[in-house]
T-cell receptor, first 110, second 112 residues
Framework: DAKTTQPNSMESNEEEPVHLPCNHS???????IHWYRQLPSQGPEYVIH???SNVNNRMASLAIAEDRKSSTLILHRATLRDAAVYYC???????????FGQGTRLTINP | EAQVTQNPRYLITVTGKKLTVTCSQN?????MSWYRQDPGLGLRQIYY???????DKGDVPEGYKVSRKEKRNFPLILESPSPNQTSLYFC???????????FGPGTRLTVT
């Protein structure tokens, strides 16, 4: 499985945008970039995924570098409820096993 | 409401006493799996199932059994629990055509 690298922790303020980076320099052509998050005392929750183009959904945006060696999850206007551990995961096309790294612990200040 | 349920949510047991953690999903998903989460080790897959009667080992299957007799249920069985199986367990499911996996709320197991 290709490896991802994320900062251990990040901090932001409520109602400000948050950019969570992820490096995946060994990504292969059929690897999708997935983001999950885990709120305190809950199971992981799907956030977004993409392959090459930037993606938007109701929760977040995903910006993928042109060479696909890095990506950024963007929370446009953070709320206290967005405080969680965010995981960047590479998933090969057709695969189902999620390999979770250590993730980024995001703290949101009121 | 689409969901994955697990029972029990909390369990304290003793070494060697067989236990089963149930997992059920109401989304008609083909794929189901079990993960355990330990501090510093992240989530690791224990077993998975691609469909009824089809199961396979994940990364850490030792000491665990599973079965998939019905599409909606995927119980995790610990025949003889040991203290190193003290962990937080999550069940997940997904449609074979969808990349989104749905996770249950977790079962915190303590084996003394």
């Amino acid at each position: 499985d290709a490896k991802t690298t994320q900062p251990n922790s990040m901090e932001s303020n409520e109602e400000e945008p948050v950019h969570l980076p992820c490096n995946h320099s060994t990504i292969s052509g059929t690897d999708y970039i997935h983001w999950y998050r885990q709120l305190p005392s809950q199971g992981p929750e799907y956030v977004i995924h993409g392959l090459t183009s930037n993606v938007n959904n109701r929760m977040a945006s995903l910006a993928i570098a042109e060479d696909r060696k890095s990506s950024t999850l963007i929370l446009h206007r953070a709320t206290l409820r967005d405080a969680a551990v965010y995981y960047c995961i590479l998933l090969r096309e057709g695969a189902q096993k999620l390999v979770f790294g250590q993730g980024t612990r995001l703290t949101i200040n009121p | 409401e689409a969901q994955v349920t697990q029972n029990p949510r909390y369990l304290i047991t003793v070494t060697g006493k067989k236990l089963t953690v149930t997992c059920s999903q109401n989304m008609n998903h083909e794929y189901m799996s079990w993960y355990r989460q330990d501090p510093g080790l992240g989530l690791r897959q224990i077993y998975y199932s691609m469909n009824v009667e089809v199961t396979d080992k994940g990364d850490v299957p030792e000491g665990y059994k599973v079965s998939r007799k019905e599409k909606r249920n995927f119980p995790l069985i610990l025949e003889s629990p040991s203290p190193n199986q003290t962990s937080l367990y999550f069940c997940a499911s997904s449609n074979e055509r969808s990349y989104e996996q749905y996770f249950g709320p977790g079962t915190r197991l303590t084996v003394t």
